[in-house]
Nanobody, 124 residues
Framework: HVQLVESGGGSVQTGGSLRLSCAAS????????MAWFRQAPGKEREGVAA????????DYADSVKGRFTISLDRAQNTMYLQMDSLKPEDTAMYYC??????????????????WGQGTQVTVS
């Protein structure tokens, strides 16, 4: 049984930072995709950052490149999203996801059968 639990969301001013965490259980990282998605009210869920555990390769949406960093701590079974230089347009519910696939599909939401419950990020 795969379980993903996010934490670390909150409210922050423009230019501030937050670090999201996703604790995983019942899931193996090897050669799999893990990612962060976000969904703002009235918008589709979009991929923000992904990591392909086969080689720790990372990919980012253009809107967050240079500001967000995804990482994986296998010893702690935890994935992180460090978010710096936050903007109001980053406001959304953020979800972590785990799935199976090659790197090229790791930012595609259809890759993921497992999702966390979400954590709210508000930037004002």
């Amino acid at each position: 049984h795969v379980q993903l639990v996010e934490s670390g969301g909150g409210s922050v001013q423009t230019g501030g930072s937050l670090r999201l965490s996703c604790a995983a259980s019942g899931y193996t990282y090897n050669r799999n995709c893990m990612a962060w998605f976000r969904q703002a009210p009235g918008k589709e869920r979009e991929g923000v950052a992904a990591i392909w555990a086969g080689g720790d390769s990372t990919d980012y949406a253009d809107s967050v490149k240079g500001r967000f960093t995804i990482s994986l701590d296998r010893a702690q079974n935890t994935m992180y999203l460090q978010m710096d230089s936050l903007k109001p347009e980053d406001t959304a519910m953020y979800y972590c996801a785990a799935g199976y696939g090659l790197r090229r599909v790791c930012l595609d939401k259809n890759t993921y059968p497992y999702w966390g419950q979400g954590t709210q990020v508000t930037v004002s």
